[in-house]
């Protein structure tokens, strides 16, 4: 199951940001035509939109799969544990900072497996990971804006990587899994971070 999280209003308001001016002497006339232009809402994806603040949540705007699995494979006896490959893609206009903020065992054990982790390539294909059968919460991926830009006012289009995908890998112990079969189920929560305009945290 896909899942969009966006972080798009649909209630309208109007920009009072003055982006031209265009001034005109009005002289031996009776009447000037003045053309108004309107910003209302804001879009997310235009990484010029002038209505969302710099590291505002509005900003956030990924599809990801919300249904993961992982398994043991019978090629390796069931020593090795792997998965399919899961997407995330930013779709905003700004960069995003994918965090780990919880892994939990909801039902069934880790005992038998050895090392159980997520990995994936950031914005840059650099391979990054997270440890989940020792857990600590920390940053996963960073991914460039919906342009392929992480600093949106220096780096050209498609520069870096604006989707990944990540998978699950680990060991199991000894041949515990080769007679016995267990099912666990998780709840892995990641944080999203809106990058400012450089492709950097902004300060609060």
Avoid at 67 to 88: C, G, L, Q, R, V
Avoid at 118 to 127: R, V
């Amino acid at each position: 199951m896909k899942k969009i999280l966006s972080g798009l209003l649909v209630s309208g308001f109007l920009f009072g940001g003055v982006l031209s001016v265009q001034a005109a002497e009005i002289n031996g006339e009776d009447s000037a035509k003045i053309t108004v232009d309107g910003f209302l809402g804001q879009d997310n994806k235009d990484e010029e939109s002038p209505n969302i603040d710099e590291g505002a949540n509005d900003w956030i705007n990924v599809t990801l799969d919300t249904a993961n699995i992982f398994y043991t494979t019978k090629a390796s006896e069931h020593k090795s544990i792997t998965s399919p490959d899961y997407t995330i893609t930013n779709n905003s206009g700004r960069g995003v900072k994918i965090s780990a903020n919880t892994f939990t065992i909801d039902s069934g054990s880790l005992t038998n497996v050895d090392t159980l982790k997520i990995s994936g390539n950031d914005y840059s294909a650099a391979e990054k990971s997270v440890d989940l059968k020792t857990f600590t919460a920390g940053e996963f991926l960073v991914l460039a804006n919906n342009q392929g830009k992480l600093n949106v006012e220096t780096d050209t289009a498609d520069s870096h990587a604006k989707e990944t995908t990540y998978k699950y890998s680990g060991t199991t112990k000894d041949d515990y899994y080769k007679s016995t079969a267990e099912k666990t189920t998780h709840t892995l929560t990641l944080a999203f971070e809106a990058l400012g305009k450089d492709g950097n945290p902004v300060a609060p």
